[in-house]
């Protein structure tokens, strides 16, 4: 085959022999110059690092391929599919560095990930688009809509500068009690924590994605916490205690890489359905980000997602001085299905692109 037809060579984070871990350097590299093209210098792609870790765990299996042409890596794809729960989605990735695009790379990578996900018995497909420029037209719509994906959700990416923030006086309803924690949290509230990630994953808008109640227990989120720690994040947690039964009702989390500290995340926020109308979102919100500017004080911006739809989230960080930066098109398409989905194929436990 001549050296300028595309290879498409499988990498994984769990390899440790080096031309394995330069391999997947190389693969978690093309995501940075992508997501570096699309959204500019402060882009929010993994690091190799943080990939590395998303891949040992349990939860989800991850297959990835890079494309080389002339041993240059220029390309590349991941298939990442829940293990505890949603048994036919995946999330499809594919990224093409821009001199390389329009010869067909792109659609030889998509092929590959619609092989894997049907090995791995998928037949709901997942992917996401992100572009900076002020406007809802997506430059890779029609590349995605051309291949049978139909939007699903759009999603807001919003930022925070920390230093301008105009932080609201956000008080405690009676009954209720606030609690910050910094990296680790008591074990004694992580049967609680579990059921708060469960219903996250259904409660937070989804627009038309079909996605099922995912599977949380204290061995996941003990294992999903022990991995962020290895992923060199630092985590600040408020969590909303209701005082009557003990129990947490609430919580939201930033994590901050600490290797690039000045880039802060917002991950989840939610209040359980029965503790809304009491203004705890608020309240969360505020003293977490009182805390992180306490307790992380190298954190200049902190980054958030919001469905387009979540109005009363996104008037809420907007009183805060949170201002959209970029916009994300959620997509989805089903396979046809050929028999019955088949089982998980042998090999190494693996899962994730965001655990
Ligand atoms: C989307 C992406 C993967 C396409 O890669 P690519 O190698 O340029 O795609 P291909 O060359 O295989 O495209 C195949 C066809 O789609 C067309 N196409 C590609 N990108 C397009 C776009 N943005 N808008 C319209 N048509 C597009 C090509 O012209 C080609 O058409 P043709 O066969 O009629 O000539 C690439 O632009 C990329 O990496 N974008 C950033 C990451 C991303 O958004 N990925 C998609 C979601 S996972």
Request: glycine content about 10%; some cysteine.
């Given at each position: 085959?001549?050296d300028?037809?595309?290879?498409?060579?499988?990498?994984?984070?769990?390899?440790?022999d080096?031309e394995?871990?330069?391999?997947f350097?190389?693969?978690a590299?093309?995501?940075?110059d992508?997501?570096?093209?699309?959204?500019?210098?402060?882009h929010?792609?993994?690091?190799?690092?943080?990939?590395?870790?998303?891949?040992?765990?349990?939860s989800?299996?991850?297959?990835?391929?890079?494309?080389?042409?002339?041993g240059?890596a220029?390309?590349?794809?991941?298939v990442?599919?829940?293990l505890?729960?949603?048994?036919?989605?995946c999330?499809?990735?594919?990224?093409?560095?821009?001199?390389?695009?329009?010869?067909?790379?792109g659609?030889?990578?998509?092929?590959?990930?619609?092989e894997?996900?049907?090995?791995?018995?998928?037949?709901t497909?997942?992917?996401?688009?992100?572009?900076?420029a002020?406007?809802?037209?997506?430059?890779?719509?029609?590349?995605?809509?051309r291949?049978?994906?139909?939007?699903?959700?759009?999603?807001?990416?919003?930022?925070?500068?920390?230093?301008s923030?105009?932080?609201?006086?956000?008080?405690?309803?009676?009954?209720?009690?606030?609690?910050?924690?910094v990296d680790a949290m008591?074990?004694?509230?992580?049967?609680?924590?579990?059921?708060?990630a469960?219903?996250?994953?259904?409660?937070?808008?989804?627009?038309?994605?079909e996605?099922?109640?995912?599977?949380w227990?204290e061995?996941r989120?003990?294992?999903?916490?022990?991995?962020t720690?290895?992923m060199?994040?630092?985590?600040?947690?408020?969590?909303a205690?209701?005082?009557?039964s003990?129990r947490?009702?609430?919580?939201?989390?930033?994590q901050?890489?600490?290797?690039?500290?000045?880039?802060a995340?917002?991950?989840?926020t939610?209040?359980?359905?029965?503790?809304?109308?009491?203004?705890?979102?608020?309240?969360?919100?505020?003293?977490?980000l009182?805390?992180?500017?306490?307790?992380?004080?190298?954190?200049?911006?902190?980054r958030?997602?919001?469905?387009?739809?979540?109005?009363?989230?996104l008037?809420?960080?907007?009183?805060?001085?949170f201002?959209?930066?970029?916009?994300?098109?959620?997509?989805?398409?089903h396979l046809?299905?050929?028999?019955?989905?088949?089982?998980?194929?042998?090999?190494?436990?693996g899962?994730t692109?965001?655990?």
């Amino acid at each position: 085959m001549s050296d300028l037809v595309p290879r498409l060579v499988p990498v994984s984070g769990l390899d440790t022999d080096p031309e394995g871990i330069a391999r997947f350097d190389a693969w978690a590299g093309v995501l940075v110059d992508v997501a570096r093209h699309e959204q500019g210098e402060d882009h929010d792609a993994w690091s190799a690092q943080e990939l590395r870790e998303m891949e040992a765990s349990p939860s989800k299996r991850r297959l990835q391929v890079l494309a080389v042409v002339g041993g240059e890596a220029v390309g590349a794809a991941g298939v990442i599919a829940p293990l505890r729960d949603n048994p036919t989605v995946c999330w499809v990735v594919v990224a093409v560095l821009p001199g390389h695009r329009r010869r067909g790379l792109g659609d030889r990578l998509l092929g590959w990930a619609h092989e894997r996900a049907r090995e791995l018995g998928r037949t709901t497909l997942h992917a996401e688009t992100e572009w900076t420029a002020d406007t809802d037209r997506d430059p890779q719509g029609p590349w995605v809509e051309r291949h049978g994906f139909v939007l699903a959700q759009r999603v807001l990416r919003s930022d925070l500068l920390v230093a301008s923030a105009e932080l609201p006086g956000a008080p405690v309803a009676p009954g209720y009690r606030l609690e910050t924690h910094v990296d680790a949290m008591p074990e004694t509230d992580l049967a609680d924590r579990a059921v708060l990630a469960r219903r996250m994953s259904t409660d937070a808008p989804l627009g038309d994605l079909e996605l099922e109640e995912e599977q949380w227990d204290e061995e996941r989120v003990r294992g999903e916490d022990e991995r962020t720690r290895a992923m060199g994040r630092r985590v600040v947690s408020t969590f909303a205690r209701d005082l009557a039964s003990g129990r947490l009702v609430g919580y939201t989390s930033i994590q901050v890489p600490q290797d690039a500290p000045h880039l802060a995340f917002q991950h989840d926020t939610l209040v359980l359905r029965e503790h809304r109308g009491h203004g705890l979102g608020l309240a969360l919100k505020v003293a977490n980000l009182r805390a992180l500017a306490d307790g992380v004080p190298d954190v200049r911006t902190v980054r958030t997602w919001n469905a387009a739809t979540n109005t009363h989230m996104l008037a809420v960080n907007t009183a805060m001085g949170f201002r959209v930066g970029a916009r994300v098109s959620q997509w989805q398409k089903h396979l046809p299905r050929a028999g019955a989905p088949r089982a998980e194929p042998p090999g190494r436990p693996g899962p994730t692109l965001g655990a």
